[in-house]
């Protein structure tokens, strides 16, 4: 697999508001998009520090990902997702080194990226999930 660098860390929050203001008001960082991602019942925000970015995820509806993991664990570290190149190659290679996939093949994302899912019982207790940005 060719992971060129942490392309985010997911947050989940409860108020994607307020928690921009804390960003941007208390860190001193810059948000600099916010999108709806429907299918995935999500609204998100991002900062940019570095190569990395930080994307703040709020829930849309309470029986989505997001609202269960809320409901479940409070506020806090949701996620971490790896740049790669080649997705679905690397789904491939995790699948038969027996990972455990949420997402067989790449969906659509924020921002545009092809991304998928690894599910946390095959990643030592974290959810990752696989980033590529396709070039048009």
Do not use: W
Not at 33 to 44: L, P, R, S
Not at 47 to 61: A, H, I, Y
Not at 103 to 130: Q, Y
């Amino acid at each position: 697999m060719n992971i060129s660098h942490i392309e985010h860390i997911g947050i989940a929050v409860k108020d994607l508001e307020q928690s921009i203001r804390f960003y941007e008001e208390v860190l001193g960082m810059s948000c600099y998009a916010i999108e709806e991602v429907a299918d995935q019942k999500v609204k998100t925000a991002f900062f940019q520090v570095g190569q990395t970015k930080v994307e703040l995820l709020e829930s849309t509806d309470p029986d989505g990902p997001i609202g269960k993991f809320l409901e479940k664990k409070g506020e806090g570290v949701h996620h971490m997702a790896f740049a790669v190149k080649g997705i679905e190659g690397a789904l491939a290679k995790l699948d038969e080194k027996g990972i455990r996939l949420i997402d067989k093949e790449p969906r659509k994302g924020a921002e545009g990226l092809d991304i998928a899912f690894l599910h946390p019982k095959s990643t030592h207790g974290v959810l990752m999930e696989l980033c590529e940005k396709k070039e048009e």
